[in-house]
């Protein structure tokens, strides 16, 4: 027995099985007649099969009308003259939630509308299927008994199954008229407007490009049956050598890493899949077709599994299917990586690693289902000055390849094929924010002091060479997280020194005397390149990452100093340590740090005129105890992104959770405040590196609290420096403190009112 034979498949050949269903589609959609004739056909078909007393077609007109195209068992003259409106009557209901209805007696239900003209009096179970298309509702499939009965879970899936194929043949055009096919393409062509989550401020009118595009366009059923199965063995067989290629260039792979890629290839091989595969071909369908439907049924386990095992080698199979729909096509990733010019990038989720792959005077605008604005992917665009909205599942799903598309990362809006006065209207915001950086730009050169005469020292947060002109542009005062493992994950193999040597001398050129923070390579977690051999862990966030790795590693981070001590040569030298979580690490990580200050002396090459080294304080455990971590280095950055999600045990890479606590608690507040309090007694500066401090109202709370030094995205030091020059800090600190002690979620709405109240300026 195969490994996928431990999932319930409740379709097999035989009998009245979806199979035999497909066929019989088939054989009707290959006989040359008049589009009516082949839609009765359908129906008649599906409720032979389906052992229904009435089968029904409804499809969306443009005004989003229901129109009754086909039956069997109503009155024949109902036929192209019932229609209901969007959500009237159980049709409506089925269309406007996009989600199956079955009703053992259809007139009990609240919807139900009696329409006299079709000839229903006499029926009572229902089953309703949204026929869907690039996430539009384009019609509605309808089954009907006479008795009161409930459709079981096979008979659901297998009129979703058939659901599939109709909108497949409807966008096709292979079944209406060509009149009814270009209102159909109308509705799904219309203009969208979506809300989701603001991540990177700005906003890019450009060409909508899929992180995974979908199949080509194919034909929905095979003209020649033995020769798709052929093809579809051949493309299996290419996926398989893929598959075995991607392994023997990981050969030094071990341990979990090991297995986990080794069930992969058994899946690959798996008979249960591919047998799977060759009946949806026999039925009749494409392989494209037959990857489809094999690969919706996949999820729809997926969807039911509660066992994370299952659901992870569900994914896998997924996958799969993704890369033997690209074997079929002929096409490769590298195929897939090719933007357009101007390009808003949709996807479900993106790693860093994945964003940097492209080529980013391409890439200008990033559109995610999921995503919260801590994500790597979030730090790396927001470096690169690329907008982006996150949770907006219903873009990904209903975009398409070059459609007209806009993000406007401060809202959270997404147009998809905008008309003509959305994107004026966007082109007028577009010169509207330019002149709001005209006016950030005049404040440049004066001094970042708030009304009663506290000075709050503005960085940026950095990661590549082309950051470096902001420092002029924004007037900051230096680079207070200049993030290095960003070279780490573009290349296909792991930096040379010289290489890096290179880029930090660059850096350190272009700040012309101000201070820049290097962060070492801050590798693990979900920041690993493919070269890298990280063993999966089932919580990487709490694993083995940043410090600890590198610690272990001397071979990844000994070069990297070796290139900081030598670009840093004659010059201030500031290096950041990430994670730290324990002052035995800082130890190991100075005793590496002085074996290659001595090598340098040794070989009589030039030092650093001052080498300050930093801990990141990125865990609750390290902040509580800061007061013994202090005395061991000479500078102190608080990562708040990660000390928030270990604060709050809220993954900050999960969808889910993003939306499940504000760092504006009073509690999280109070805890950065006694962080503070402990890096002002031991006498070491401190820096608020998390994006968090890119929101005003954070801001604000953190300079109360007594941060005095605070690194942003470049976009952000404008508008932070123009609040700050209007606030009096000693009356936002006397207002903030008594309300730490508060027991609500979150701040915000009462810094909102004090924003209010005190006239300040907010982005």
């Known amino acids: 027995m195969s490994d996928t034979d431990n999932i319930s498949h409740p379709y097999r050949p035989g009998g009245s099985s979806p199979r035999v269903l497909l066929r019989r589609l088939r054989e009707v959609m290959a006989v040359e007649e008049g589009a009516q004739e082949r839609l009765d056909k359908l129906t008649e078909a599906i409720a032979s099969n389906m052992v229904a007393d009435v089968c029904s077609i409804y499809l969306r007109r443009d005004d989003d009308v229901l129109e009754l195209f086909a039956t069997v068992g109503l009155k024949p003259a109902a036929v192209h003259k019932t229609r209901l409106a969007w959500g009237e009557g159980l049709v409506g209901f089925v269309a406007l939630n996009a989600q199956p209805v079955s009703i053992g007696e259809a007139q009990s239900h609240p919807s139900f509308s009696f329409r006299p003209e079709v000839g229903e009096e006499l029926l009572n179970a229902f089953l309703g299927v949204p026929i869907i298309r690039t996430g539009q509702v384009i019609g509605v499939l309808v089954v009907q008994n006479k008795v009161t009965r409930r459709y079981t879970e096979e008979e659901m899936e297998a009129a979703q199954l058939v659901a599939t194929v109709l909108a497949e043949i409807v966008a096709a055009g292979d079944l209406l008229e060509k009149a009814d096919t270009a209102e159909v393409d109308r509705v799904l062509h219309r203009a969208e407007q979506l809300q989701g989550s603001p991540i990177v401020d700005g906003i890019m009118i450009g060409v909508a490009a899929l992180h995974e595009p979908p199949a080509p366009k194919h034909k929905v059923f095979a003209e020649d049956v033995a020769a798709e199965v052929q093809r579809l063995k051949a493309g299996i067989v290419r996926l398989q050598k893929s598959v075995d290629d991607m392994i023997a260039q990981n050969q030094q792979l071990s341990g979990i890493s090991r297995d986990v890629i080794d069930v992969y290839r058994l899946f690959a091989y798996d008979k249960g899949w591919a047998k799977r595969l060759e009946e949806a071909v026999l039925s009749g369908l494409t392989c494209e077709s037959a990857v489809e439907q094999v690969q919706a049924e996949n999820r729809k386990r997926m969807r039911r599994a509660t066992d994370p095992y299952i659901r992870e080698r569900l994914h896998d199979l997924d996958d799969l299917s993704r890369r033997l729909l690209r074997s079929l096509s002929g096409k490769s990733r590298k195929d897939e990586l090719k933007l357009p010019k101007k390009a808003i990038l949709f996807a479900h989720s993106l790693g860093p690693a994945e964003l940097l792959e492209f080529d980013r005077k391409k890439l200008a605008g990033i559109v995610l289902a999921e995503g919260s604005d801590t994500s790597h992917a979030a730090i790396v665009a927001r470096s690169l000055g690329i907008p982006m909205v996150g949770r907006c599942s219903a873009a990904v799903d209903r975009v398409e390849v070059g459609d007209r598309a806009i993000v406007d990362g401060g809202s959270g809006e997404v147009h998809i094929r905008p008309d003509k006065d959305v994107i004026d209207a966007y082109k007028e915001k577009l010169a509207l924010f330019s002149a709001a950086q005209q006016e950030y730009a005049k404040l440049r050169d004066l001094p970042c002091v708030t009304r009663d005469g506290t000075e709050i020292e503005l960085f940026l947060n950095a990661g590549l060479a082309l950051d470096m002109p902001h420092l002029e542009t924004t007037g900051a005062s230096g680079i207070g997280l200049f993030r290095t493992e960003l070279q780490f994950l573009i290349g296909p193999q792991l930096p040379t020194s010289a290489s890096q040597e290179e880029l930090y001398t660059q850096v350190l050129d272009e700040a012309k005397g101000k201070p820049v923070v290097f962060r070492t390579a801050d590798l693990g977690s979900d920041k690993a390149a493919p070269y890298m051999n990280v063993s999966r862990e089932s919580n990487p966030a709490m694993g083995w990452r940043g410090l600890r790795m590198s610690i272990d590693r001397e071979g990844l981070i000994r070069p990297q100093l070796r290139a900081l001590l030598a670009a840093g040569a004659n010059r201030e030298l500031n290096i950041l340590l990430p994670l730290v979580t324990i002052r035995e690490e800082i130890i190991a990580a100075r005793e590496i740090i002085d074996k290659e200050i001595d090598r340098r002396v040794r070989k009589k090459l030039p030092l650093p ?109 404008g508008p932070l420096k123009k609040l700050i020059r209007a606030l009096d800090l000693n009356d936002l600190t006397a207002w903030l403190e008594p309300r730490l002690q508060s027991s609500t979620h979150s701040l915000r709405s009462e810094l909102q009112d004090y924003v209010t109240g005190h006239n300040l300026p907010l982005n």
Request: glycine share 8%.
């Open 609 to 717: 005129s001052t080498i300050n080294v930093g801990a990141m304080v990125e865990i609750p455990s390290a902040a509580w105890r800061l007061e013994h971590i202090a005395p061991l280095v000479d500078f102190l950055s608080l990562g708040g992104n990660d000390l928030a999600q270990f604060f709050f045990a809220a993954d900050r890479e999960s969808d889910r959770m993003a939306g499940r606590y504000d760092p504006l608690h009073p509690g999280f507040l109070s805890f950065l405040g006694m962080a503070a309090d402990k890096a002002n007694r031991a006498g070491k500066p401190l820096t608020y590196c998390g994006e968090q401090a890119a929101d005003p109202l954070m801001a604000m709370a953190l300079m109360a609290l007594d941060f005095l030094r605070i690194s942003v995205s470049a976009s952000s030091v």
